[in-house]
């Protein structure tokens, strides 16, 4: 099955900074790459996804990049805010398959922005 | 358009007790997964249902059973609880294709003592 690993697990930062999360899969046939936030006992929220035909996406002050032959793939945030810090958690979709949008999870990263 | 219910939203048990948590969303998905997430760690996949009629085993399904009632519901059960079974559980739900993000209630936070 899928396997995805997420560095660093903690992150410190200065407010406006920029911070970068990576992530590793193991599945080639994956094809779509979401990336959550989860503030402190919240749920997790969608902030950004890609999908394997697009090498590179941008909302505002994120930025997801896709390296398909490599099977890696990174979260972007310029110019970070106090209200940044959280968790973010990769994921990746195992491609085709009868269950749905199937996700493998990677482990988190805490991001800490100090104002 | 609430999303993804969850009820209750915290509930404390004694070892051996039972309990179904109940998980309801309004966005029409054929999906719905169950996830437990542990102090610190990431989210486990207990079991999930493609669609309604259907559910499957995840990484970590021992202990606990599914019902997918109809499209919208999709319930977890722990027959006997236990310690190892503290945990905030997360329902999600998803469209049938797998470029769909999933979707989160609230979570439940469960303690069992």
């Known amino acids: 099955g899928e396997n995805v690993e997420q560095h660093p697990s903690t992150l410190s930062v200065q407010e406006g900074d920029s911070a970068v999360i990576k992530c590793t899969y193991s599945?080639?046939?994956?094809?779509?790459f979401p990336w959550y936030k989860q503030e402190l006992g919240k749920r997790p929220q969608l902030i950004i996804d890609?999908?394997?035909?697009?090498g590179e996406k941008k909302d505002q002050r994120i930025a997801v990049t896709l390296n398909k032959t490599a099977k890696h793939f990174s979260l972007h945030i310029t110019e970070t805010q106090p209200e940044d810090s959280a968790v973010y958690f990769c994921a990746a979709s195992m491609g085709n398959n009868n269950a749905g949008n199937m996700l493998t999870f990677g482990g988190g990263t805490r991001l800490m922005v100090k104002p | 358009n609430a999303g993804v219910t969850q009820t209750p939203k915290f509930q404390v048990l004694k070892t051996g007790q039972s309990m179904t948590l109940q998980c309801a969303q309004d966005?029409?998905?054929?999906?719905m997964y169950w996830y437990r997430q542990d102090p610190g760690m990431g989210l486990r996949l207990i079991y999930y249902s493609a669609s309604e009629g259907t559910t499957d085993k995840g990484e970590v399904p021992n202990g606990y059973n599914v019902s997918r009632l109809n499209k919208r519901e999709f319930s977890l059960r722990l027959e006997s609880a236990a310690p190892s079974q503290t945990s905030v559980y997360f329902c999600?739900?998803?469209?049938?294709?797998?470029?769909?993000?999933?979707?989160f209630g609230d979570g439940t936070r469960l303690s069992i003592l």
């Open positions: 599945d080639s046939a994956s094809n779509y």
């Open positions: 999600a739900s998803s469209a049938d294709r797998n470029d769909r993000p999933q979707h």
């Open positions: 890609i999908r394997s035909n697009v």
């Open positions: 966005m029409n998905h054929n999906s």
